[in-house]
């Protein structure tokens, strides 16, 4: 046995691995963009195995596939068809899409990839030879029927954004501020010495200052939903240019009803083709809310490194679970791993917004944008990264972390700005004053106000409470 077969497409003669479920169209691509070896991620292809299984049924369901254009299916072939369709669907035949990521602009050798993987399969399926030259369910004539690359890929890319989005990125979110909120919850007694521009400042609680970042995240949340609300309209039944040649009225609504039916997500036919087709600015945006969300994470993870650092030369302020050994030459030394972790996905997906931005403004010109594919590649990473960064954040640093009160107690006491309290009392000037003066002595505020007979100890004591500063007086 030879390992290659010969296939055949409008230009000629091409050799196939012999088992490959591919065909000519996708070899050519294999041996035109031998680029990065980057193929397009998993939830891309299942995307596009969705996305054709929405088609065939619009389809069937309209008539087209069983009707007396060229080749009509039989009811069974219809049903092969579907089945292939619903096994990319499901991660399946996911070794049969090679194509580099760094292809054809709109996609189309990815688009006619699974064409000629679903129309092998689904002869197959039938009971068939797939290795035969006349395709009994063709690649163009069935599985693409009523479409274009220029409608369907883009339609993938949105499907799949969005439910990565929600059904990955979404709960992790959910989850950390789940997490943070508990523990705003827990150490709302702790008072600790606030900071701003790294210096001390006015006292608050720990838990005031978890709850801000469960905050945060609350936000993050929102803004991930509005990602994926970014990208519900849907470009299908555009064909081509966005005038929906070769295709019924009714197609792109009916794929965009299917998609909603599999996903649970509320897609939606573009409202004008013309755009759906030729701009992918729903993707922009939605990485936008995404690198919003990354670097909502970077500051929280950067603060947390902060509060953990230590233990004996730093703050403290949190106990950090111990991970692994932090050095190869500091014995007992252990760094804030998850943390670095977490930043770098951050500054990755900040990094990514770039790239989608440039692919979003000068890939697109009139009808179509051609830089579809590294569109695709990119906010499907960025969401894989922020989920899975998140999620090992949550698991092995955010779920154990633990509260130093004697740390964060010890230094509220030593604080000059504890002063702040007393310029309703005194005033500015000499607030500041005895700020000075007290960091001069090396004298707390107190003992600085004693000594001076600033104010009557009752007054002093009621003033300068730690807790009373931590919210609003009247």
Same mark, same amino acid.
């Given at each position: 046995?030879?390992?290659?077969? #010969?296939?055949?497409?409008?230009?000629?003669?091409?050799?196939? +691995?012999?088992?490959?479920? %591919?065909?000519?169209?996708?070899?050519?691509?294999?041996?035109?963009?031998?680029?990065?070896?980057?193929?397009?991620?998993?939830?891309?292809?299942?995307?596009?195995?969705?996305?054709?299984?929405?088609?065939?049924?619009?389809?069937?369901?309209?008539?087209?596939?069983?009707?007396?254009?060229?080749?009509?299916?039989?009811?069974?072939?219809?049903?092969?068809?579907?089945?292939?369709?619903?096994?990319?669907? &499901?991660?399946?035949?996911?070794?049969?899409?090679?194509?580099?990521?760094?292809?054809?602009?709109?996609?189309?050798?990815?688009?006619?990839?699974?064409?000629?993987?679903?129309?092998?399969?689904?002869?197959?399926?039938?009971?068939?030879?797939?290795?035969?030259?006349?395709?009994?369910?063709?690649?163009?004539?069935?599985?693409?029927?009523?479409?274009? #690359?220029?409608?369907?890929?883009?339609?993938?890319?949105?499907?799949?954004?969005? %439910?990565?989005?929600?059904?990955?990125?979404?709960?992790?979110?959910?989850?950390?501020?789940?997490?943070?909120?508990?523990?705003?919850?827990?150490?709302?007694?702790?008072?600790?010495?606030?900071?701003?521009?790294?210096?001390?400042?006015? +006292?608050?609680?720990?838990?005031?200052?978890?709850?801000?970042?469960?905050?945060?995240?609350?936000?993050?949340?929102?803004?991930?939903?509005?990602?994926?609300?970014?990208?519900?309209?849907?470009?299908?039944?555009? #064909?081509?240019?966005?005038?929906?040649?070769?295709?019924?009225?009714?197609?792109?609504?009916?794929?965009?009803?299917?998609?909603?039916?599999?996903?649970?997500?509320?897609?939606? &036919?573009?409202?004008?083709?013309?755009?759906?087709?030729?701009?992918?600015?729903?993707?922009?945006?939605?990485?936008?809310?995404?690198? *919003?969300?990354?670097?909502?994470?970077?500051?929280?993870?950067?603060?947390?490194?902060?509060?953990?650092?230590?233990?004996? *030369?730093?703050? %403290?302020?949190?106990?950090?679970?111990?991970?692994? +050994?932090?050095?190869?030459?500091? +014995?007992?030394?252990?760094?804030?791993?998850? *943390?670095?972790?977490?930043?770098?996905?951050?500054?990755?997906?900040?990094?990514?917004?770039?790239?989608?931005?440039?692919?979003?403004?000068?890939?697109?010109?009139?009808?179509?944008?051609?830089?579809?594919?590294?569109?695709?590649?990119?906010?499907?990473?960025?969401?894989?990264?922020?989920?899975?960064?998140?999620?090992?954040?949550?698991?092995?640093?955010?779920?154990?972390?633990?509260?130093?009160?004697?740390?964060?107690?010890?230094?509220?006491?030593?604080?000059?700005?504890? *002063?702040?309290?007393?310029?309703?009392?005194?005033? %500015?000037?000499?607030?500041?004053?005895?700020?000075?003066?007290?960091?001069?002595?090396?004298?707390?505020?107190?003992?600085?106000?004693?000594?001076?007979?600033?104010?009557?100890?009752?007054?002093?004591?009621?003033?300068?409470?730690?807790?009373?500063? #931590? &919210?609003?007086?009247?």
């Amino acid at each position: 046995m030879t390992d290659f077969r #010969t296939e055949r497409d409008s230009m000629g003669e091409v050799r196939v +691995p012999q088992n490959a479920y %591919y065909g000519a169209q996708t070899q050519r691509a294999v041996e035109n963009f031998p680029v990065s070896g980057w193929q397009l991620p998993p939830s891309m292809i299942a995307a596009m195995g969705r996305v054709k299984l929405a088609c065939g049924i619009a389809n069937r369901d309209l008539g087209k596939l069983t009707g007396s254009g060229k080749n009509p299916l039989s009811d069974g072939q219809v049903e092969s068809m579907l089945s292939a369709a619903k096994e990319v669907a &499901e991660g399946q035949l996911a070794d049969q899409f090679p194509v580099d990521v760094f292809q054809t602009g709109s996609g189309t050798s990815s688009n006619m990839n699974i064409n000629e993987v679903l129309s092998n399969r689904a002869i197959e399926i039938d009971g068939g030879d797939r290795m035969a030259e006349e395709k009994s369910i063709h690649p163009n004539d069935h599985i693409n029927m009523g479409q274009s #690359t220029n409608d369907t890929f883009p339609t993938a890319i949105h499907v799949a954004a969005a %439910y990565e989005i929600e059904n990955r990125l979404l709960p992790a979110l959910r989850r950390m501020h789940e997490s943070l909120t508990e523990k705003a919850q827990a150490w709302d007694k702790i008072i600790k010495i606030g900071r701003t521009h790294l210096m001390d400042a006015t +006292p608050l609680r720990l838990g005031q200052e978890f709850g801000g970042f469960a905050r945060q995240i609350e936000l993050s949340i929102a803004r991930a939903e509005a990602a994926r609300d970014a990208v519900l309209e849907l470009p299908v039944g555009g #064909t081509a240019v966005g005038s929906g040649i070769n295709t019924h009225p009714e197609f792109g609504a009916r794929v965009a009803a299917s998609l909603s039916e599999q996903t649970d997500i509320a897609f939606i &036919e573009a409202v004008n083709h013309f755009e759906g087709n030729a701009n992918r600015d729903g993707l922009v945006d939605s990485h936008g809310g995404l690198k *919003c969300v990354a670097q909502t994470l970077l500051g929280l993870a950067n603060n947390i490194r902060w509060l953990g650092s230590g233990p004996r *030369c730093g703050f %403290y302020e949190v106990k950090l679970p111990t991970r692994q +050994p932090g050095s190869s030459i500091m +014995p007992g030394k252990v760094n804030p791993v998850m *943390c670095e972790s977490l930043m770098q996905v951050a500054a990755r997906v900040i990094g990514n917004d770039t790239c989608m931005t440039v692919s979003g403004g000068c890939g697109g010109n009139f009808q179509l944008n051609i830089m579809m594919p590294v569109m695709a590649h990119t906010i499907l990473e960025s969401i894989e990264l922020l989920a899975g960064g998140v999620t090992a954040f949550i698991d092995f640093c955010l779920d154990g972390m633990e509260p130093n009160e004697e740390a964060c107690e010890a230094s509220v006491e030593q604080s000059l700005s504890m *002063c702040t309290s007393l310029n309703p009392l005194i005033g %500015y000037e000499q607030a500041a004053a005895l700020a000075k003066e007290a960091f001069k002595s090396g004298q707390t505020i107190r003992e600085l106000c004693k000594e001076k007979g600033i104010l009557a100890d009752d007054v002093l004591t009621e003033a300068l409470d730690p807790w009373k500063m #931590t &919210e609003p007086q009247a």
